[in-house]
């Protein structure tokens, strides 16, 4: 269901006035600057960093190819497992526990050795952000395609479909919406994990930038950086749901019709092609 205007309304009336209390509170001396310094000098700050000193740019560009990349890798990698363990389940078996001892260990804790064995560039943080965000793809796609109808299964079955057509027909699409729930959360998870690389030991990033401007005792522009990662995760997000909407299409009416429509015209397109007849006309 689409948000109304008077909801966004609603929305940007509460923001103001939230930002309107903090600026209030800021220049009244109500709370330390150094804690919680005012809007204005934080979007300030920001309008510095990214447009007049253009210091802010190389370093997104670090923290952004970071996520994606450890993002990619995890998914990838969580995916693929999760397919041959609900596809065999003899890997599942054995690979299940380990998986398993990887999640509830302390992953950040593993950072540090990360970076021992990959160096301090760029990759350990890359490595970083994929162990982290490797979790969420993986036990979501396995629930999802264990979790098929049995009735559908028995029909696949008996018809002989192969495991190919039993995945790809039956098991995947309709797994698809928890998997993509859990990209979504991977896509976070990826962003903290390059950030948590880039703090421990970094020479370039986001993250480093702010640990530099804390450290200066600079807290507005700590503040515009910490907005520009939380903008970031906010795109990344948003990226998300819009693959959602287009991947996982039956889900949602509008596109359910709009893929039905384009289906019957190119049907009908390639009938008349065939058959030299007038086209067939889609449905009303």
Known sequence: MK??????????????????????????????????????????????????????WHHFGVTLYETVAGFLIGSVIGFVLAVLAAQFMGFKTYSTPYVIALQVTPRIALAPLIIAWFGFGISAKVVIAAVICFFPPFVNTLTGL??????????????????????????????????????????????????VGEFISASEGLGLLMQRFTFQLNMAASFAILVTLTLMGLILYWIMEVLDDRLVYWRHDT???????????RYASLLKGVGGGPALQPAE
Request: no cysteine; glycine share 4%.
């Open 146 to 195: 264990l979790d098929y109808d049995r009735d559908r299964m028995e029909m696949f079955r008996s018809l002989r479909a192969s495991r190919w057509q039993i995945f790809t027909q039956l098991q995947l699409p309709g797994a698809m919406p928890i998997i993509m729930a859990g990209l979504k959360t991977a896509i976070s998870l990826a962003l903290i994990g390059a950030i």
């Open 255 to 265: 596109r359910l019709q709009q893929r039905a429509t384009r289906d019957r015209r």
């Open 3 to 56: 948000t109304s205007a008077v909801t966004y309304v609603k929305h940007f009336a509460l923001f103001a006035a939230i930002m309107g209390l903090w600026e209030v509170a800021a220049r009244q001396e109500w709370v330390d600057s150094l804690l919680l310094p005012a809007p204005s000098k934080i979007f300030t700050a920001l309008i510095n960093i990214m447009f007049q000193s253009g210091l802010m």
